[in-house]
């Protein structure tokens, strides 16, 4: 029987930006595991012209297992490049692969944990690295991630917050912020959105360091990204007296292959 093929899974994009870090992070993690990985999104990045991949065209989940199971292959593991329990993994995930299992019996998937975990600071260590790295003298830190529908993910989030201000010491502030949110008071967890913190007393002037919950560039986090665009906003309702800096994304720093591949090691059955 043919041993288990290993998937790094995003969410997808329609930035080829995202499609090709994916790659090369996918790369990183085989060299670190001793194994092929395939990258994968679980959507939307099938929409990209394959001219602007390299002339390879990216893969989704589903049509790529499909294509291995044709082969005989029909052990896989998934590595899901989530910061936490999204509802991509908990819901639409399993509910496809129900699916598949009703055409192909013997399809047999384990997914790895999320990228975060209470007993492991690295993901904090990272954008505590980026912060520092940004070069700025600001030491108030909003700590953005895109905004999710599950409090999971935003609870996540807030405990990045935490360990965040752990690791860079009490001479920095750090609050927590979604890119953006579902309306109705049901997603009032998600706040505060960046825009309205950006906003607000201690935070509408001076020096602020915009540390990126983000692994991979993309419509969002690209230097031309939603986020970049709320700081530029922002800076221009302060009247010039706000002054907002980025730092570089989870992806570009080391320690991320590292945590994917101990999340390999530790993978369970769905």
């Known amino acids: 029987m043919p041993a288990p ?19 090369a992070l996918a790369a990183k993690l085989g060299e670190r595991i001793g194994q092929p990985v395939s990258p994968v999104s679980l959507l939307h990045s099938s929409a990209v012209p394959a001219e602007k991949l390299e002339g390879t065209p990216a893969e989704i989940l589903e049509p790529a297992l499909e294509r291995r199971l044709a082969t005989g292959q029909t052990d896989f593991l998934v590595v899901p ?15 496809r692969l129900v699916h598949l299992r009703g055409k192909h019996p013997a399809l047999n998937v384990r997914l790895a944990a999320p ?53 860079l010491g009490p001479a920095y502030t750090v609050s927590p912020a979604s890119m953006e949110r579902r309306e109705g008071s049901a997603y009032d967890f998600c706040e505060p959105l960046l825009e309205r913190l950006l906003r607000s007393p201690g935070w509408n002037a001076g020096e602020v360091i915009v540390a990126m919950q983000f692994l991979l560039p993309g419509r969002h986090a690209g230097p031309d990204g939603d986020v970049a665009e709320i700081c530029r906003a922002a800076e221009t309702a302060s009247g010039g007296t706000l002054r907002t800096t980025m730092t570089g994304l989870v992806a570009e720093h080391p320690l991320l292959v590292g945590i994917l591949a101990d999340r390999w090691r530790a993978t369970d059955s769905l």
């Open 115 to 167: 990228l975060f975990a209470a007993d492991d600071d690295r993901l904090a260590r990272i954008l505590a690295d980026q912060v520092r790295a940004a070069g700025a003298s600001a030491r108030r830190v909003a700590l953005v991630d895109h905004g999710s529908p599950a409090k999971a993910v935003t609870d996540v989030r807030n405990e990045l917050a935490c360990q965040l201000a752990g690791q």
């Open 5 to 23: 093929l290993t998937f790094l899974m995003d969410n997808g994009s329609l930035a080829p930006a995202a499609t090709l870090g994916l790659r």
């Open 81 to 95: 490049l989530f910061f936490g329990p999204s509802g991509a993994l908990t819901d639409y995930l399993p509910k």
